[in-house]
């Protein structure tokens, strides 16, 4: 028998945070996890939404996470589990894998799509504020905002060649 500390039991009976409410659901993001966080979180809350049973409290299902091999908690949320979440800061790339119906299936190839552009969308607005500090650049679209930064680069390549001592 495998033995069970006394914080696996609070968690279980007395959740303290967003990640032990759910955990049930499987690899549910940390609040400490930052924009992943709040990247996944209507997933996980859509997810709980199809999974829980109306009949069945949370208490029980964490319960049979703890605690059991899982196949019954599996049966009670119809197969519906979080996996893994990759997100690749670097190419503004997240990757969701999850077990469930096909609405929470397109739910998070939506948030994925919608992260990339988030995430590109900042970085350009970033590099713009670099470029020139007294752009009010926000949330413009897109394209706007490439063309922007290409015209700010054509500028100031321009100002170090046109800005030489006399």
């Known amino acids: 028998m495998k033995k069970t500390k006394l914080s696996t039991i609070r968690s279980v009976f007395f959740p303290v945070n967003f990640e032990e409410k759910y955990q049930y659901l499987g690899n549910v993001p940390s609040e400490g996890d930052g924009d992943l966080f709040t990247t996944l979180y209507p997933l996980v809350l859509a997810m709980d939404y199809e999974a829980k049973p109306n009949w069945c409290p949370r208490w029980f299902l964490r319960f049979l996470y703890n605690f059991t091999n899982g196949s019954l908690r599996i049966k009670l949320t119809n197969g519906i589990e979080l ?60 394209d706007m905002l490439e063309d922007i930064l290409k015209r700010l680069r054509k500028e100031n390549s321009l100002n170090k060649y046109t800005d030489l001592p006399k």
């Open 83 to 142: 996996g893994d979440c990759n997100a690749a800061w670097d190419y503004y790339k997240l990757q969701i894998s999850l077990n469930g119906p096909r609405h929470i299936h397109e739910l998070a190839k939506a948030i994925e799509d919608k992260f990339g552009l988030i995430e590109y969308r900042s970085e350009l607005i970033d590099k713009i504020k670099k470029l020139d500090p007294k752009s009010n650049v926000q949330w413009e679209n897109l």
